[in-house]
């Protein structure tokens, strides 16, 4: 867990100072690796070790492809939902297009509702 507590705080310092200077691309570059890759392996780790003082066993490994996959799922939600909300507005302005807009937003309206049943099976 030390490593990852030192890269913990190494890219929290270097987040900290791309924030003060203005420099958002990194700083949210930064903070995404600080999300998807430190905190949940940390996350993991003393998870296993709650799981071994708990039951006195050591708990196997933790599988990385599962927490990948749901934020690959949940990265897929919010951007069906920003199309459909976009579509909305665009739906409320112009009715004329609404034949092609309708099924645009049907299209991406029940990918939505599938990624809310993948996510739900995780």
């Keep these: 867990a030390i490593p990852y507590h030192k890269k913990q705080s190494y890219l929290h310092a270097i987040l900290r100072e ?11 570059q930064l903070a995404r690796e600080l999300m998807e890759e430190v905190v949940p392996a940390l ?3 003393y ?6 003082e708990k039951t006195g066993i050591v708990p ?8 990948k996959r749901g934020v690959e799922t949940m990265k ?6 920003t ?10 302005g ?16 029940s990918s939505l509702f599938r990624n809310y049943r993948e996510f739900d099976a995780l």
Aim: glycine share 2%; aromatic share 10%; proline share 7%.
């Design 76 to 81: 897929k939600r919010e951007t069906l939902r």
């Design 47 to 52: 998870d296993q070790i709650r799981e071994w």
């Design 94 to 109: 112009k009715l004329l297009e609404l034949d092609i807009c309708f099924s645009r937003y049907r299209d991406w309206l």
């Design 18 to 28: 791309a924030a003060l200077a203005g420099k958002r691309k990194k700083a949210y």
């Design 83 to 92: 199309r459909i909300l976009k579509l909305n507005r665009l739906l409320a």
């Design 60 to 67: 196997p490994p933790p599988q990385p492809n599962e927490f």
């Design 43 to 45: 996350d993991a780790i």
